[in-house]
């Protein structure tokens, strides 16, 4: 599976007639490439140059008299099989700048409903425009409304955009992005449970924590998020059961207690405690969560919240144990 889109490097001068050499008869003749007029200006002393594919594909390469930098979503020529990897903040600005330019417009072009939500198209552009995952992960918001159950994608998106607008995970785009894959189909449990990191940060941010995602600990596992304020640093783990109606529990109460002793008997137990446990059960339907709600489970482990969000931006919930965070301005607590 090829992974989200990344830039290719390399520390040598290109002339044009090598582009057309090493790049454009290969993939010419591979894939049915051909060289189109790009559709931005780079500035600088920056050449470029695009390249679409029979299939749909597209490719960019930028270059100047000591460097060049490659990337598509399309098969890769074998002049720049052993180049570097770089992200989209380790490359000069003007390459990333009409990088992005490139792909926004043809993602919205293939895509115009998203352009109405522009900076959840460019944080997610990675996997938007990758190779395998540039169908399900678009159909994963526009059929699927990202995970939320009885809500249209005009919503749902919006939730999204409104919190990816605040730029508060611009700095860990290309590894918060990555969580939704790039499989060629759509898997709504794995892809929701991603979603769930998001809305987690999001509840997080209204509380008031700065957030980092993906904190590595001694046992060699990774947490999901360190919150942060003056007084607090609490490492946060996030799981999303499954609605009652997709798995073999007895019903909405049995799918948190289970999935939660999943998580709490796995990552969290070898952790050996001190973690908050998020049970995020936003993908329940009203009567589901409903049965929760006036149950309150116990989760098996502690502390822990345990939540539903609404893509309008309702959020409630209960806890378990002495939760270390204050989340009373982001969350409406049951208990």
Known sequence: MARPLRFRYS???WSEERVRHE????????????AVAPRFDIGADWETHRFEMQNGDVALFARNAEE??????????????????FGWREVPYHVSRWTKRELLSTLHEEDPWLADYPHLSWFFLPVFMSKDGRES????????????????????TGFFEEFLRTGVLDEYRH??????????????????????EFIAAKILTDAGYDVEPEIEVTTGHSLDFRAEDENTNVLVEVTRPQPPINRAAAGPVAAVRDTAETKT?????????????FVDC????????????????????????????????RVEGYTKGRVPLDLAGAVDILN
């Open 137 to 156: 992960t678009r159909a994963f918001f526009r059929e699927h409304a990202a995970g939320f159950p009885d809500a249209g994608r005009r919503e749902t």
């Open 175 to 196: 590894v918060m992005s990555g969580k939704l894959g790039t499989s060629d189909h759509v898997d709504r449990v794995r892809m929701s449970a991603a979603m769930a």
């Open 68 to 85: 060049a930098y490659w990337m598509g979503n399309t098969e890769t020529p074998s002049s720049l099989w052993k180049t570097d990897k």
């Open 265 to 277: 008997n796995g990552q969290l137990a070898e952790h050996g405690g001190g973690a908050v446990l």
């Open 282 to 313: 936003s993908s329940f339907r009203d009567d589901a969560w409903n049965a929760v709600r006036a149950e309150q489970p116990d989760v098996r482990h502690r502390p822990a919240v345990v939540y539903r969000v609404r893509p309008d931006g």
């Open 11 to 13: 520390p040598a001068s």
């Open 23 to 34: 790049i454009l008869q290969p993939l010419r003749s591979n894939i049915g490439a051909r």
